[in-house]
T-cell receptor, first 112, second 115 residues
Framework: SQQGEEDPQALSIQEGENATMNCSYK?????LQWYRQNSGRGLVHLIL?????REKHSGRLRVTLDTSKKSSSLLITASRAADTASYFC????????????FGKGTLLTVNP | DAGVTQSPTHLIKTRGQHVTLRCSPI?????VSWYQQVLGQGPQFIFQ???????GRGNFPDRFSARQFPNYSSELNVNALLLGDSALYLC??????????????FGSGTQLSVL
């Protein structure tokens, strides 16, 4: 079973707009990661946020984590056509450090 | 430095056959993990190997097996293929045994089609 659930399943925006994707999870975690996947190929790591952090930035990416609500959000600012991809959250912890559990992903389409 | 490499890129098999997928981690990485990704879903954890030992196994049948070699490369074997085994198989490497406390580096995957 997959712990993380992204919302929305699909998102279509215009270039220059901001894109926000949400992730909810069920059990306690050590940290939460976001990955990006282009056209069903390999995943690329975007950012890792630890359970004691509330917000983290990397370039145009902003990730928040609310452990009380068991949720995280990924904000991509000033989106570009090249940001078109699927975005997955992945959780680890809850007694296991060998298993990373991925959600079903959000398909982001950025229209030029 | 080369990234994670997987071979073959694509594979077509028929039901009941056996398949072997290969993965070479980034130089210096001792951990290799395998994931299955069915179309429209997120990756599902199959195995993790670290220093040639199995460290974790996901909820997959015994038809799935893996091993890691002294050079840290890895093979994933699937016996008695079923139609439902059709998926993208991803390999990821990392420097340490912990998959959850650091980022994973993924290969481009092997697309397996079972007819």
């Amino acid at each position: 079973s997959q712990q993380g659930e992204e919302d929305p399943q699909a998102l279509s925006i215009q270039e220059g707009e901001n894109a926000t994707m949400n992730c909810s999870y069920k059990t306690s975690i050590n940290n939460l990661q976001w990955y990006r996947q282009n056209s069903g190929r390999g995943l690329v790591h975007l950012i890792l946020i630890r359970s004691n952090e509330r917000e983290k930035h990397s370039g145009r990416l902003r990730v928040t984590l609310d452990t009380s609500k068991k949720s995280s959000s990924l904000l991509i600012t000033a989106s570009r056509a090249a940001d078109t991809a699927s975005y997955f959250c992945a959780t680890g912890g809850g007694g296991s450090n060998y298993k990373l559990t991925f959600g079903k992903g959000t398909l982001l389409t950025v229209n030029p | 430095d080369a990234g994670v490499t997987q071979s073959p890129t694509h594979l077509i098999k028929t039901r009941g056959q056996h398949v072997t997928l290969r993965c070479s981690p980034i130089s210096g990485h001792k951990s290799v993990s395998w994931y299955q990704q069915v179309l429209g879903q997120g990756p599902q954890f199959i195995f993790q190997y670290y220093e040639k030992e199995e460290r974790g196994r996901g909820n997959f049948p015994d038809r799935f097996s893996a091993r890691q070699f002294p050079n840290y490369s890895s093979e994933l074997n699937v016996n008695a293929l079923l139609l439902g085994d059709s998926a993208l198989y991803l390999c990821a490497s990392s420097p340490t045994a912990s998959l959850t406390n650091e980022k994973l580096f993924f290969g481009s995957g092997t697309q397996l089609s079972v007819l």
